[in-house]
Each structure stands twice: as C-alpha cells, then as structure tokens.
C-alpha cells in the first residue's frame, strides 16, 4: 500500500465510501478470498507505523490498490489522519498540539499508531495522564494494544501508576462476582476493586430451551414493570439482539437499538417489506431482492434489473415470456411463475383491503423457500405487521420506524457496544459455549467482554441462556452467579 509521503492531505472518505473502494479492490484482486479479510487487512497494515506486505499475493495485491485509488483520488481514510500525524510531527513538518497536558482515556484501546501518537507528544514535553483497565480490553481485532502496551507506555514515560481501587457503580455482590470471573485470565494488572455500595443488588440465572424463549422472557418481565425501570438487554452478537428486538416489537415495549441496524433494515426484514412495497406500489426493487432472498443467482437477477419504464408486474410477464431455457436454470423460472402467480393474488386481495392475508400469503412464500431460522424470524415479524393497523404503506412506515425511537424504553446493545455505559438493570443473554465465548475470539478476550457485560449493572444482573444452543457458558460457572440468590 503506497503511504502519501507529503503532509498535504485528501478528502477524508466516509465508512460508507472506505467499504465500496476496499470492495472494488477485493473484487478486482482477491475475489477468491473472503471481504471480510481484506478489510482485516487493511485495518491491520493501517494500525502500524511501519509497512509490512501481506505474505497472500492478492491480498497484497489488494492492499497496493486501495492504497494507490485512495491517493488518485486525492482521499484519505481515518486511519491516514493518525499515521500522517504521527510521521509530520516526528519530521517537524507539522508542531504538536499546543497543550500542556494530554489526558488519554480507555489507553488500553490504543493501537501502535496511537501509541506512536502519544509519545510523539511526551517527546515534546507534553505531560500525559493514561487512564486505562486492562480488564476492560475489548478490540484486539482492531490491533488494540491492551495490558502489553499499558506496560510499555507506561516504561516508556517512566510514569507513575495509581490504582483506582473504588468501584462506585455496581453493588457489592455483583462487583464480586465479576472479580470472581476476571480473576481466571492471567497476565493481568495487579488490583484489588471492592465496592463503594454494600447494598447487595438483585441476581438471576435463568435457562430457557431456545432462543426465542429467552427474547420472549426478556420482553415479558419486561413489560411487567414500570416503564421507568432502566434496562439494557446485551448479547454476544447483533443475530441475538434481533430476537430480543422482535419480542419487543411484538409486545409493543418501547426500545432503542443501540449501535446496530433494526432486523428490518437487515436481510429477512427488509427483503419482507420490499416485497410488500412492491405489492403495493408495482416497483421492481422489492421483487429482484426477494427473487435474490429466494435463491436466484445474482447475476440473473441484475441482467432482470436492467429491463426499464415498467412495473413489476408487466416485467415479470415480459421476463417469462421471453425465458430463454438454454441459458437460464429451469428452477430459477418455477421461481419467476411462482412470484408472478404470487404478485397476481396478492395485489388483488390487498385491492379488497385484505392486508392481513397479503401479508401472510407473502411471509408464507418466502419462509417456504429460506432456511428455518429465516422463516421463524419471518413469521415472527409476520405477526407484528399483522396487528398493525391501516394500509399497507402505513404498516411498513409504522414497522420501519419503531426502531428510530432514539433514546426511548429499554436500550438493546452488543456486549461491545456498552463499553463505558452503565445502567440500573443489565440483562445479558446468550451466555452459552459457543456465544460466550464466541470462536471468534480468545477465552481470555471473551472472558473480559463478559466481565464488562456484569459490571454495566447497578442494581439488577440477569445473564440467561438457551439450552438448544448449547450448554451454559464457562463464565457463569467460573463467576459463580447461581439462580434467584436473593
Ligand atoms: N467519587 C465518587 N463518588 C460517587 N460516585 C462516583 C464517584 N466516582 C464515580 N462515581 C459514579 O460511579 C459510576 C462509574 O463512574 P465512571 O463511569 O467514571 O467509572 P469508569 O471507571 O469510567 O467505569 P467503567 O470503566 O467501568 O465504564 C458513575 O455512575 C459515577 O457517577
């Protein structure tokens, strides 16, 4: 990857628009290969100071294009921003911050390029304050540094550490049982955190027999409550959140997704409403998405997309006329006739304002051709659009426009995503092997995700999980949480 060497910087390129160029550089160099390791690729190379190619020619390969169509079009990436910074500083192309003193919080989520950021800073005479927790060390898939590079910091500064060893949000049983678990990770910094409140805060350990169960309890007990009561609902992945999200729905129980997209912006959910969008308003988008959904390759679904100027119906028509069976699978055209013989139905009833039947004419010829799970969380959200009022347009305005309530009921969120966040009930779902931890990750890793998750609460602790997804994580075990203690 070619590192712009002058201080003059680019445009700085927007997520959306950093994922379409690594995109196209995957797909004219790696393509064979996952995306998702070109990013990791990317992020990688961007998170050290000094340049090492990749030992995978395309993925090489892929790096020196993203690189070198970044600077032709005069851009920048945000990970540019730090190394620029770095490198201009430490050659007095550019002076320091002009401050006395840095202060760095979450340290231990600096990688190598932040580090250099900071030091470059002590060099100049700049003062430096870490705050850091080794314990809390969430993003070494981001290259984060962790307790390593607390400890090198720190010998680089020859600074002098201070514990913090008050605890002032979570009462004293649930800081305990956290201390319990972290204590099974070695190498960690030597600390003794006890407790401000000694009032000992409510703990549960509940084991349901699958997952909708667990989302279903979730937004029952829920609901049971006053409104006021301050929930955050935490899981290992944004596949789990979505049930919660779904029961939740399904109940009418205000809530916000936080940092993540609501299940009808996602694949099931929004193939679902594009299909009945397209019922109700003739356009193609909705059909050639579900046509995808449905199994139909790519490629054919987009040479279908090129036809122009006419509604979905009289595409289909045409389409099937025109079929050409000997370059075409027999089976994407049952698929075609199928739709299109769906679609003929479909808008009439939703003509004689039979919503309710469209929408689970619709829900049942896409579940009958995905997976089950699909066709579970399809059903699921069949039932919300069901109870909804009005015609079809206003139904997928209200579904669509649930999960905006910024701020609103109980927050559901990744374990990641309540880093720095605490809140007087904590519901941790999804704690079995195989969640958490996760394969994707370290035991030790995982162990601290988990550690954060409990130490989120400052009344009320629930970690619950499903037996049909395995049996209960190692951490309720190594954390010694037991059912209904109080
Ligand atoms: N000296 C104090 N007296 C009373 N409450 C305090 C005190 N210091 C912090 N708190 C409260 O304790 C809670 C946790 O504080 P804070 O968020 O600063 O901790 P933290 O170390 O950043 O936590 P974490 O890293 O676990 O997210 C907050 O509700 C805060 O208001």
Redesign the pocket.
């Known amino acids: 990857m070619r590192r712009n060497k002058s201080s003059g910087l680019g445009r700085l390129i927007s997520d959306g628009e950093r994922l379409s160029l690594i995109r196209r550089c995957w797909q004219q160099h790696a393509k064979r290969l996952p995306l998702e390791s070109i990013v990791q690729a990317i992020d990688a190379a961007k998170s050290r100071l000094e340049w090492k190619p990749s030992e995978c020619a395309e993925i090489e390969a892929a790096l020196q294009s993203y690189g070198e169509v970044l600077q032709a079009e005069g851009s920048v990436d945000f990970a540019d921003l730090m190394l620029q910074a770095v490198r201009d500083i430490q050659s007095k192309t550019m002076p320091p911050l002009s401050i006395r003193w840095l202060l760095v919080d979450e340290a231990q989520d600096m990688d190598a390029v932040q580090m250099e950021w900071v030091k470059t800073h002590a060099d100049h005479g700049i003062e430096i304050t870490l705050v850091g ?1 080794d314990d ?1 060390s969430l993003y070494s898939f981001r290259h984060a540094m962790g307790y390593e590079g607390l400890r090198h910091i720190s010998e680089y500064l020859s600074s002098a550490v201070m514990s ?1 060893p ?4 979570c009462p004293e049983n649930v800081l305990q049982h956290a201390n319990r678990l972290i204590a099974h990770n070695a190498d960690r910094a030597p600390k003794n955190v006890e407790a ?1 409140r000694k009032s000992p805060g409510v703990i549960d350990v509940i084991r349901l027999s699958d997952r909708w169960s667990e989302a279903d309890l979730i937004a029952s007990r829920i609901q049971a409550e006053s409104e006021k009561a301050q929930w955050a609902i935490l899981a290992r992945t944004n596949n789990i959140i979505d049930k919660v999200e779904v029961a939740f729905a399904d109940r009418d129980i205000p809530y916000h997704r936080m940092g993540g997209k609501s299940v009808w912006n996602k694949t099931v959910g929004s193939t679902l409403l594009g299909l009945l969008r397209s019922v109700g308003d003739g356009s193609w988008t909705g059909v050639a998405n579900a046509l995808y959904f449905t199994g139909m390759a790519p490629r054919l679904v987009n040479e279908l997309s090129r036809i122009q100027g006419i509604t979905c119906h009289e595409r289909l028509d045409q389409i099937i006329a025109e079929y050409d069976h000997s370059t075409s699978p027999k089976s994407d055209e049952t698929l075609l006739i199928s739709l299109h013989d769906g679609m003929h139905d479909w808008v009439d009833q939703d003509k004689r304002e039979r919503q309710a039947l469209v929408i689970h004419a619709v829900t049942a010829w896409l579940a009958d051709r995905t997976t089950e799970e699909n066709g579970t969380l399809l059903r699921r959200l069949e039932g919300i659009l069901c109870r909804l009022n009005g015609s079809l347009s206003v139904r997928l305005m209200k579904a669509a426009s649930r999960s905006k309530a910024v701020g609103k009921g109980a927050a559901i969120m990744t374990l990641h995503a309540a ?4 809140f007087s009930n904590v519901w941790i779902l999804g704690a079995e092997e195989g969640n958490l931890p996760h394969s994707d990750s370290t035991p030790e890793e995982e162990r601290r995700l988990f550690y ?1 998750g409990m ?1 989120r609460s ?1 009344n009320r602790l629930i970690v619950s999980s499903a037996a049909k997804e395995g049996s209960a994580s190692r951490y309720i075990t190594e954390s010694e949480l037991k059912p209904c203690q109080n």
Do not use: S
């Open positions: 927790d809390q913090l008050i605890n002032y949000r401000f880093k720095g966040l605490e954060v130490t400052k």
